[in-house]
């Protein structure tokens, strides 16, 4: 017996002798079992714990019945306190059945537990496959008996960061072209080979999270030429191969829904408390967390009078799409298109979105704008509302409607719509505070008349064209697939649905068409000249599915009266060399309003790679006077931003004749080109005697010589070589290391070192290291923590003990104390304020605080300031460096490449040339424990109370 067929029997064995049949109801009654709901709808508990634990992710099959996957083992490195639920032979898969149909799940059972599953974080269940994502691979589970117990377990594609991380491997779904479609998060690097042997890479500077998380690597290019950075959005066929990237740039987009159009819609969630997003996907669009090779954080590239959204994601640089919709505060999850009019037609569309840090699913109606989309958004379902009351939280030890963590959403075929509640105290910063693992599944129906799962037949053509149409995402996929292995045998039958008064199963129907021969295909191409434009782009994107040669399409819509089928136009001519897509080009350009974001990307992708022979052919045509372009040129040139445009760009930069915000435009497409033409023409408006362009150049000069611009004038160190001051710190170190010296001269060295800010640098690595003897310990704690370097002071609290602090903080009794926000202010301002920013107030070091009761009720704030290290925000994790001149660093990784630049714990970044530093280590949180600060308990609920009072948007 092989090693394969062992393990299958073993994961059958697991998978029957844990099936836990019918269940007692034995989850308690909750206070957030209340979900506030639109008018007209109600929300049932339909399965609770024990039936499931920790749930991350689901899929609903045609029987109705739910797929779970369970995240019991979820950060054992960082949750492993005595009496937590665990399972030793590794997650699980769980099937979740109402076999009564009364409404609630009556009965569960586990599919699978397998020690390849760490923290899944998706699953998608397609005819007997059960498809589950978790980091580093995706691994196919085969059901060839229909006993709902694995037959055969295959990994269908691995090396995906994000092992054990929330920003890994999520789930995937089925497009409405028959390929499939996930995304993973920016916890790389991706390096995965599909089944044709094309190679991915991905890649960035983002590492940390877990200790799986250490290396990354920015700028990797994949077989396609291409530089993807990041989190990617990726399409796949179902045999494994045709792997391709639809999208890249994301922080953690958690999940992708795509409508039966083919729009692709995602959310992202952020480094702050304010700036989480939800959005369409263009294809082939740049989202902007990450610099473009994935080299520099956000942070980095901050630009004076920016906006942190406008940051965040890049805004104002050419080549990145529009963010979308600014949700604020929040931890982003699950994500689906609602595609059914059993709840109302004032629901069929609707875009739903969870946001577990929020306590909400967001719904959003969706209309067309221009080549993109205007997002109309509100709250779907909610355990909080937004009244007074609900705001009075600092009177309350625990808020548990806010316990109301939805990690997924999904639709049923009964077209009820189905939530995962994860349910705990806080989200996100690797940690979890609920020991017991409680979850439970909402389902969300109409009061007035109750929805069924109807019995699909799928041995015939119009069982399967009933599948094709059902509100299920992934059921749709099963009849689509049965469908179109008849080939021309159904084309009557599918060709009845372009009738159909309901206008997403037509488009269904579309895709189809197009994969069922030749006449298909014909019939489809008819549909280019339908007087509805979502229908036209549907036929277009059907056709570009299945042809070689796309041109002849494109050239029928490219002078389409609807922006939106003009950018598809556009998308699809990336690829195509420009000896054949040049008059294509050329006439798009010309439809481009000078407005649209959307279509002005679109024609960026057009023009990838093709941006030097299309600048003069713009020059030509719209005029070589740089002072006199138009909106349409001046945005042209800012978005493909050739070299060539160098003068021309300086000059519309240097100009007073121009407005400001198109100055501005100029020196940004400037700053955007790698060549020392452009560093030298930025040189020479540093020299302007208007002060908004000379500060304006000065900044991007500075910048740019840290990265993009390092080649044409060195970085020097910004750290501060003084090599009498080295030498009397060697001198001081060698003399603390003496064991021939006295105890009380050994002291005097130590206590000098600890007073001295690059002293107390050197003292902090040697205690990292653990190379400072036992006995001098004491003695440096007497000194270190009056060190003039904040820095200093603050790491110095996880090596050595402060004189005087022997302070623990009760969170049980914190928590039962009244706090006065008016007080807390004021200890914000003194203690806080110099890294923490809140309501407009103080500086951006730390993250942003404006909306962080939005995330955590009183004890999970309070817990976050008195344990600062149990779980720190992604992208705060400091670093200490060491270069070979002895200086040594403490701050925020902001860029890494041939230059390092750290942000500080005041403010200010320091740039390192790579190559002069010894040593780098990722260390704790720069937040003081407040007992170093000689916090009282009455200040720490004091200003927990004041940050739990605001609300600012």
């Given at each position: 017996m092989n090693n394969s067929m062992i393990c299958m029997l073993l994961l059958a064995a697991a998978s029957l002798s844990l099936d836990t049949g019918h269940l007692p109801e034995t989850a308690p009654a909750l206070p957030s079992d209340t979900l506030h709901l639109p008018e007209g709808l109600e929300a049932t508990v339909w399965a609770a714990s024990p039936m499931l634990f920790n749930p991350t992710n689901m899929d609903i099959d045609h029987k109705g019945r739910i797929w779970v996957t369970e995240a019991v083992n979820y950060r054992d490195f960082n949750n492993h306190a005595a009496g937590k639920l665990r399972h030793p032979a590794g997650d699980r898969i769980m099937i979740l059945e109402d076999t009564d149909h009364d409404g609630k799940a009556d009965r569960s059972k586990v599919f699978v537990e397998d020690t390849l599953l760490r923290s899944p974080l998706g699953i998608a269940v397609i005819g007997n496959k059960v498809i589950v994502s978790c980091s580093p691979s995706v691994i196919v589970y085969t059901d060839e008996d229909g006993d709902d117990r694995p037959d055969k377990r295959e990994i269908f594609l691995t090396g995906f960061g994000g092992l054990d991380h929330d920003h890994g491997l999520h789930a995937f779904t089925a497009g409405p072209d028959g390929r499939f479609y996930f995304n993973t998060g920016n916890a790389g690097p991706h390096k995965v080979t599909d089944k044709a042997g094309w190679h991915l890479r991905s890649g960035s500077l983002y590492t940390g999270g877990t200790p799986y998380n250490t290396t990354n690597e920015p700028g990797l290019k994949s077989d396609d030429g291409r530089v993807w950075t990041g989190g990617l959005a990726l399409r796949i066929r179902p045999d494994g191969t045709s792997l391709s990237v639809v999208g890249h740039n994301f922080r953690n987009a958690y999940e992708l829904a795509l409508d039966s159009y083919g729009n692709m819609w995602q959310n992202d969630n952020d480094d702050q408390v304010v700036t989480c997003r939800t959005t369409w996907l263009m294809e082939g669009g740049n989202a902007g967390y990450f610099s473009n090779d994935g080299s520099r954080f956000w942070q980095a590239d901050h630009r004076p009078g920016q906006s942190n959204f406008t940051a965040h994601w890049h805004q104002e640089d050419p080549g990145v799409i529009p963010a979308g919709d600014n949700t604020g505060a929040g931890a982003p999850t699950g994500i689906v298109v609602y595609e059914s009019d059993a709840l109302g037609p004032q629901f069929a569309g609707m875009l739903l979105s969870a946001d577990a840090g929020?306590?909400?699913?967001?719904?959003?109606?969706?209309?067309?704008?221009?080549?993109?989309?205007?997002?109309s958004r509100f709250n779907f379902a909610t355990s909080v509302t937004a009244s007074t009351e609900d705001y009075k939280w600092d009177a309350q030890e625990t808020d548990e409607r806010k316990w109301f963590r939805p990690s997924d959403v999904a639709v049923g075929p009964d077209g009820a719509i189905y939530i995962a509640d994860w349910y705990d105290p806080i989200v996100g910063g690797h940690a979890m505070h609920d020991s017991t693992g409680i979850g439970r599944i909402y389902r969300i129906a109409p009061k007035d008349h109750p929805l069924t799962v109807p019995a699909i037949d799928f041995q015939h053509t119009a069982g399967q064209i009933q599948a094709l149409l059902s509100p299920a995402v992934n059921v749709r996929y099963s009849g689509f697939a049965l469908l179109q292995a008849k080939g021309a045998a159904v084309l009557p039958e599918v060709t009845?649905?372009?009738?159909?008064?309901?206008?997403?199963?037509?488009?269904?129907?579309?895709?189809?068409?197009?994969?069922?021969?030749?006449?298909?295909?014909?019939?489809?191409?008819?549909?280019?000249?339908?007087?509805?434009?979502?229908?036209?782009?549907?036929?277009?994107?059907?056709?570009?599915?299945v042809s070689a040669d796309i041109l002849p399409y494109a050239r029928q819509l490219v002078n389409d009266t609807a922006a939106a089928v003009r950018r598809e136009v556009a998308i699809a001519l990336r690829d195509v060399p420009f000896a054949q897509s040049k008059p294509l080009i050329l006439t798009l350009i010309a439809g481009y309003d000078g407005q649209d974001r959307w279509y002005l990307e679109a024609l960026g992708m057009a023009a990838d790679g093709k941006a030097a022979q299309i600048y003069p052919l713009l020059l030509a045509k719209y005029g070589y006077n740089p002072l006199l372009w138009d909106n349409r040129m001046a945005n042209l040139v800012w978005r493909l931003h050739p070299p060539a445009a160098v003068a021309a760009l300086e000059k519309r930069a240097g100009s007073r004749q121009l407005k400001p915000d198109q100055q501005k435009a100029a020196m940004t497409a400037l700053a955007f080109i790698t060549s020392k033409r452009a560093n030298q023409a930025m040189t020479r408006l540093t020299l302007q005697k208007d002060t908004v362009i000379k500060a304006t150049a000065t900044w991007w000069l500075q910048f740019r010589q840290s990265n993009d611009w390092a080649a044409y004038k060195p970085v020097k160190d910004t750290l501060q070589n003084d090599s009498q001051l080295a030498s009397k710190i060697k001198a001081l170190r060698d003399k603390m290391l003496n064991n021939t010296l006295s105890v009380a001269s050994r002291q005097a060295a130590a206590t000098s070192l600890a007073k001295d800010s690059s002293g107390g640098k050197m003292l902090i690595q040697m205690a990292i290291s653990k190379q400072l003897p036992e006995s001098l310990i004491p003695t440096i704690g007497n000194?270190?923590?009056?060190?003039?370097?904040?820095?200093?002071?603050?790491?110095?609290?996880?090596?050595?003990?402060?004189?005087?602090v022997a302070k623990t903080y009760a969170i049980s009794q914190l928590s039962k104390m009244k706090g006065y926000a008016d007080n807390g202010k004021k200890v914000f301002t003194a203690v806080c304020a110099s890294c923490h920013k809140a309501a407009a107030q103080g500086n951006d070091v730390g993250p942003e605080l404006t909306r962080i009761r939005t995330k955590f009720d009183k004890n999970g704030l309070l817990d976050a300031i008195v344990n600062p290290n149990a779980a720190i925000v992604f992208g705060y994790e400091p670093w200490l460096i060491t270069t070979r001149q002895g200086n040594t660093v403490y701050g925020f990784l902001q860029s890494d490449g041939k230059n390092v630049v750290l942000k500080d714990i005041a403010g200010k970044r320091i740039i390192i040339p790579a190559a002069d530093i010894t040593s780098r280590k990722k260390t704790g949180t720069l937040m003081p424990d407040p007992a170093t600060l000689h916090l009282t308990e009455q200040q720490l609920t004091d200003v927990t109370a004041y940050l739990m009072s605001l609300n600012e948007e």
């Amino acid at each position: 017996m092989n090693n394969s067929m062992i393990c299958m029997l073993l994961l059958a064995a697991a998978s029957l002798s844990l099936d836990t049949g019918h269940l007692p109801e034995t989850a308690p009654a909750l206070p957030s079992d209340t979900l506030h709901l639109p008018e007209g709808l109600e929300a049932t508990v339909w399965a609770a714990s024990p039936m499931l634990f920790n749930p991350t992710n689901m899929d609903i099959d045609h029987k109705g019945r739910i797929w779970v996957t369970e995240a019991v083992n979820y950060r054992d490195f960082n949750n492993h306190a005595a009496g937590k639920l665990r399972h030793p032979a590794g997650d699980r898969i769980m099937i979740l059945e109402d076999t009564d149909h009364d409404g609630k799940a009556d009965r569960s059972k586990v599919f699978v537990e397998d020690t390849l599953l760490r923290s899944p974080l998706g699953i998608a269940v397609i005819g007997n496959k059960v498809i589950v994502s978790c980091s580093p691979s995706v691994i196919v589970y085969t059901d060839e008996d229909g006993d709902d117990r694995p037959d055969k377990r295959e990994i269908f594609l691995t090396g995906f960061g994000g092992l054990d991380h929330d920003h890994g491997l999520h789930a995937f779904t089925a497009g409405p072209d028959g390929r499939f479609y996930f995304n993973t998060g920016n916890a790389g690097p991706h390096k995965v080979t599909d089944k044709a042997g094309w190679h991915l890479r991905s890649g960035s500077l983002y590492t940390g999270g877990t200790p799986y998380n250490t290396t990354n690597e920015p700028g990797l290019k994949s077989d396609d030429g291409r530089v993807w950075t990041g989190g990617l959005a990726l399409r796949i066929r179902p045999d494994g191969t045709s792997l391709s990237v639809v999208g890249h740039n994301f922080r953690n987009a958690y999940e992708l829904a795509l409508d039966s159009y083919g729009n692709m819609w995602q959310n992202d969630n952020d480094d702050q408390v304010v700036t989480c997003r939800t959005t369409w996907l263009m294809e082939g669009g740049n989202a902007g967390y990450f610099s473009n090779d994935g080299s520099r954080f956000w942070q980095a590239d901050h630009r004076p009078g920016q906006s942190n959204f406008t940051a965040h994601w890049h805004q104002e640089d050419p080549g990145v799409i529009p963010a979308g919709d600014n949700t604020g505060a929040g931890a982003p999850t699950g994500i689906v298109v609602y595609e059914s009019d059993a709840l109302g037609p004032q629901f069929a569309g609707m875009l739903l979105s969870a946001d577990a840090g929020r306590n909400v699913i967001f719904g959003y109606h969706t209309t067309p704008q221009g080549a993109g989309y205007a997002m109309s958004r509100f709250n779907f379902a909610t355990s909080v509302t937004a009244s007074t009351e609900d705001y009075k939280w600092d009177a309350q030890e625990t808020d548990e409607r806010k316990w109301f963590r939805p990690s997924d959403v999904a639709v049923g075929p009964d077209g009820a719509i189905y939530i995962a509640d994860w349910y705990d105290p806080i989200v996100g910063g690797h940690a979890m505070h609920d020991s017991t693992g409680i979850g439970r599944i909402y389902r969300i129906a109409p009061k007035d008349h109750p929805l069924t799962v109807p019995a699909i037949d799928f041995q015939h053509t119009a069982g399967q064209i009933q599948a094709l149409l059902s509100p299920a995402v992934n059921v749709r996929y099963s009849g689509f697939a049965l469908l179109q292995a008849k080939g021309a045998a159904v084309l009557p039958e599918v060709t009845a649905l372009l009738d159909s008064p309901h206008p997403y199963h037509r488009a269904r129907a579309i895709w189809l068409l197009a994969q069922l021969g030749n006449q298909g295909i014909q019939k489809t191409a008819t549909l280019l000249t339908h007087p509805d434009n979502i229908v036209r782009i549907t036929a277009f994107r059907a056709l570009k599915a299945v042809s070689a040669d796309i041109l002849p399409y494109a050239r029928q819509l490219v002078n389409d009266t609807a922006a939106a089928v003009r950018r598809e136009v556009a998308i699809a001519l990336r690829d195509v060399p420009f000896a054949q897509s040049k008059p294509l080009i050329l006439t798009l350009i010309a439809g481009y309003d000078g407005q649209d974001r959307w279509y002005l990307e679109a024609l960026g992708m057009a023009a990838d790679g093709k941006a030097a022979q299309i600048y003069p052919l713009l020059l030509a045509k719209y005029g070589y006077n740089p002072l006199l372009w138009d909106n349409r040129m001046a945005n042209l040139v800012w978005r493909l931003h050739p070299p060539a445009a160098v003068a021309a760009l300086e000059k519309r930069a240097g100009s007073r004749q121009l407005k400001p915000d198109q100055q501005k435009a100029a020196m940004t497409a400037l700053a955007f080109i790698t060549s020392k033409r452009a560093n030298q023409a930025m040189t020479r408006l540093t020299l302007q005697k208007d002060t908004v362009i000379k500060a304006t150049a000065t900044w991007w000069l500075q910048f740019r010589q840290s990265n993009d611009w390092a080649a044409y004038k060195p970085v020097k160190d910004t750290l501060q070589n003084d090599s009498q001051l080295a030498s009397k710190i060697k001198a001081l170190r060698d003399k603390m290391l003496n064991n021939t010296l006295s105890v009380a001269s050994r002291q005097a060295a130590a206590t000098s070192l600890a007073k001295d800010s690059s002293g107390g640098k050197m003292l902090i690595q040697m205690a990292i290291s653990k190379q400072l003897p036992e006995s001098l310990i004491p003695t440096i704690g007497n000194s270190i923590f009056s060190n003039p370097d904040q820095s200093v002071r603050v790491l110095a609290g996880d090596y050595f003990k402060k004189p005087g602090v022997a302070k623990t903080y009760a969170i049980s009794q914190l928590s039962k104390m009244k706090g006065y926000a008016d007080n807390g202010k004021k200890v914000f301002t003194a203690v806080c304020a110099s890294c923490h920013k809140a309501a407009a107030q103080g500086n951006d070091v730390g993250p942003e605080l404006t909306r962080i009761r939005t995330k955590f009720d009183k004890n999970g704030l309070l817990d976050a300031i008195v344990n600062p290290n149990a779980a720190i925000v992604f992208g705060y994790e400091p670093w200490l460096i060491t270069t070979r001149q002895g200086n040594t660093v403490y701050g925020f990784l902001q860029s890494d490449g041939k230059n390092v630049v750290l942000k500080d714990i005041a403010g200010k970044r320091i740039i390192i040339p790579a190559a002069d530093i010894t040593s780098r280590k990722k260390t704790g949180t720069l937040m003081p424990d407040p007992a170093t600060l000689h916090l009282t308990e009455q200040q720490l609920t004091d200003v927990t109370a004041y940050l739990m009072s605001l609300n600012e948007e």
